[in-house]
């Protein structure tokens, strides 16, 4: 049985497909996606408006707190309850247990990277969330328009949207390489749930980031995180501008470029530590 | 192209080691386990030699622990060699390009190759696109797979659903959709019925036989190497005890015999004659109770054997059998019986050990 030589050909299709049967996966179960993706991200904000109510009610109608009112802070959970949906989440990579279990061990032997399927995954989430979030707006934008955050301009909306993709892209590279770690440790698991609590305070999904005392901000804007979540929120009010957009994206491209770099460093020695366990 | 006798696949003092440390026992063992550890290395192959060719199929058994699933890992590259040399096509097997990887396959029957969530058809065509599998040869291969396999009304059920031996046959049918020169098969009959069993085996000696696949198929059931294979190799302790054409082992299982005699219990043994007519024949008491007596006997003496047995003993019953293989290969284990050609030169002597059949 001789197999021509294949063609070299890019990941394309591979890329395509497996995000189409990502997609089949998710919508599979009924239940499982209202519950694992419709709600998601719903219940925070929901709480944090209730606490903020609490506080600026304490503090007297028309109180300002470090540069927020109380509507600009219903906006900005408005905008968190759309924004975070597509941020991808820590929950939708399972990496670390393919590695525990050896589930890996079958895509080593396939001539591919096995990067591409988590990719498709991401690709998956990505589009999956951008609808949920459009159809989330809507619902928002019709039952309390007064309140609900609409885009200062279209080529602000292109700037947010620019932020959160790539701030997606480094969220999930930061998840991947933490996964990539359970070539080494069996406690991912509970870095990636630290992880996660730490790019939701640091990205503002507790509270807008400008909002902390200004010592911590000046720390966390040079974060990806703040630049995911918080930041894209702001720009869609018209609080941050055009030039911050791009100093925001330079921020992003080169926490991505950094992470790409762990990543591929922590994989090739990962591989070389794996034992294949349970075949 | 590759000739005919290429040499695909070889292993040249291959050594794996796997690092662990002592646990202690008790409170102040767990603490000191937790402050100070104890580090010991696993050998889990102590220097492996082997060469395979194109075309053969080679069975790989031997005892739990004996490093089977070790060595197609190292082989497959799923592991790197601690100390040694693995190569598949010609290129380390650590370093497998996918050139190489599109001429393998590996089917393992304890972790699903395909996809749990999807249906079998879903999966084989990912299967596809990473094999860059042209589309007329996918849908013939998938069709006359599955109908050899007897599956083909179930490739749209979600894999999940199916029962194990369904799983086993579309993995198969998974594994040999991009026309693999070289399949490793680890346990691919692990907890199946009867049938599906043969059904795979067939499948194996079939596409082995008429498409000239390489097949390296690791067991713990000596039906399958038997029926699917040609040569055989057994591991212990990491290490090759026996390499060498299965129809070798089975010439010598056909000259030696099983004898199970039944006797009265209340009736008198002369038990010097017994050992001496036993002795004059060559045989070996393998099993004896105050009922029960079973010898191992060469094929040539056992009618005089048994004619004698009838005038030391007062025999009720009496049946005579081929010695199985697993009784062979159980030998092999301790030591004796090793054919010296195919004993490798750097094997010490195995000492006894006699592992219980069922771990063969």
Same mark, same amino acid.
């Given at each position: 049985?001789?197999?021509?030589? +294949? ?30 993706? #419709? ?7 929901? #709480? ?70 988590? #990719? ?14 459009? #159809? ?19 080529? +602000?909306?292109?700037?947010?949207? +620019? ?64 630049? +995911? ?51 | ?21 002592? &646990? ?29 060719? @194109? ?35 010609? &290129? ?56 050899m396999l ?47 069993r043969e059904t795979i085996r067939e499948f194996l000696v079939r596409l ?19 029926e699917t ?7 212990? @302790? ?13 010439? &010598? ?14 009736? !008198? ?37 048994? @004619? ?15 010695? !199985? ?25 195995? !000492? ?9």
């Amino acid at each position: 049985m001789m197999t021509a030589p +294949a063609p070299a050909r890019p990941f394309g299709r591979l890329l395509v497909r497996a995000t189409a049967y990502e997609l089949r996966k998710q919508v599979a179960f009924r239940v499982g996606f209202l519950v694992r993706e #419709v709600s998601h991200g719903i219940v925070e904000p929901l #709480v944090m408006l209730w606490v903020f109510w609490a506080l600026y009610d304490s503090a007297g109608e028309g109180a300002v707190l470090r540069g927020w009112t109380f509507p600009a802070l219903v906006q900005y959970l408005a905008g968190l309850l759309v924004v975070r949906k597509v941020v991808f989440h820590n929950r939708a990579l399972d990496l670390s247990t393919q590695i525990f279990e050896g589930r890996v061990t079958k895509y080593l032997v396939m001539p591919m990277d096995y990067f591409v399927l988590a #990719v498709a995954r991401f690709t998956q989430y990505t589009l999956l969330q951008l609808g949920i979030a459009v #159809v989330t707006w809507c619902i928002g934008a019709a039952l309390a328009p007064e309140h609900w955050l609409f885009p200062v301009s279209w080529g +602000a909306l292109c700037g947010a949207l +620019a932020l959160v993709l790539l701030g997606s892209w480094c969220c999930f590279l930061l998840y991947y390489v933490l996964n990539a770690l359970a070539f080494w440790l069996d406690v991912v698991w509970s870095l990636l749930v630290m992880a996660w609590f730490v790019v939701s305070f640091a990205g503002g999904a507790v509270m807008p980031v400008s909002q902390m005392p200004p010592a911590l901000f000046r720390v966390l804007e040079w974060g990806f995180p703040y630049w +995911a979540i918080s930041a894209p929120i702001e720009v869609l009010m018209g609080r941050l501008g055009a030039a911050d957009v791009v100093r925001g994206l330079a921020i992003l491209a080169a926490t991505a470029a950094g992470l790409e770099v762990l990543r591929r460093v922590l994989w090739r020695r990962g591989l070389a530590r794996y034992a294949g366990v349970g075949m | 192209m590759s000739g005919p006798q290429e040499v695909v696949l070889a292993a040249a003092g291959v050594h794996k080691r796997f690092r662990t440390f002592e &646990r202690r026992k008790g409170l102040a063992g767990i603490l000191g386990n937790f402050v100070k550890r104890d580090w010991k290395d696993i050998v889990a192959l102590g220097g492996v030699d082997l060469e395979v060719r @194109r075309g053969e199929r080679v069975g790989l058994i031997g005892a739990n622990g004996a490093g089977k699933t070790t060595l197609v890992k190292v082989l497959t590259g799923i592991v790197p060699a601690t100390e040694g040399e693995a190569r598949l096509f010609g &290129r380390d097997s650590f370093a497998l390009r996918d050139a190489e990887k599109r001429r393998l396959a590996l089917v393992m029957g304890q972790k699903s190759q395909l996809w749990w969530d999807l249906p079998p058809l879903d999966s084989f065509k990912l299967l596809k696109e990473v094999y860059h599998i042209p589309a007329a040869a996918f849908d013939a291969r998938v069709k006359e797979y599955s109908e050899m396999l007897d599956v083909e009304g179930k490739l749209g059920i979600q894999l999940r659903q199916l029962s194990l031996g369904q799983r086993m046959k579309m993995e198969l049918i998974g594994a040999f959709l991009h026309a693999p020169e070289l399949v490793f098969l680890d346990e691919p009959t692990i907890g199946l019925d009867l049938v599906s069993r043969e059904t795979i085996r067939e499948f194996l000696v079939r596409l082995g036989r008429e498409e000239g696949v390489t097949i390296v198929l690791t067991s713990h059931d000596m039906e399958d190497i038997e029926e699917t294979c040609e040569r055989l190799v057994i591991l212990d @302790r990491g290490r090759v005890l026996f390499d060498g054409e299965l129809l070798e082992l089975a010439r &010598r299982v056909s000259t030696r015999r099983s004898i199970e005699v039944q006797v009265d219990p209340h009736e !008198p043994i002369d038990e010097e004659l017994l050992r001496a007519l036993i002795a004059a024949h060559e045989g070996e008491v393998l099993q004896r109770s105050a009922h029960t007596l079973r010898l191992r006997v060469g094929a040539r003496a056992l009618p005089e054997l048994v @004619r004698g047995l009838f005038d030391v003993l007062a025999v009720r019953d009496l049946a005579v059998e081929r010695q !199985p293989l697993e009784l062979l290969i159980k030998d092999l284990y301790r030591g004796g019986a090793v054919p010296e050609a195919a004993r490798p030169e750097r094997l010490p002597t195995v !000492p006894a050990r006699g592992p219980e059949l069922s771990d063969v």
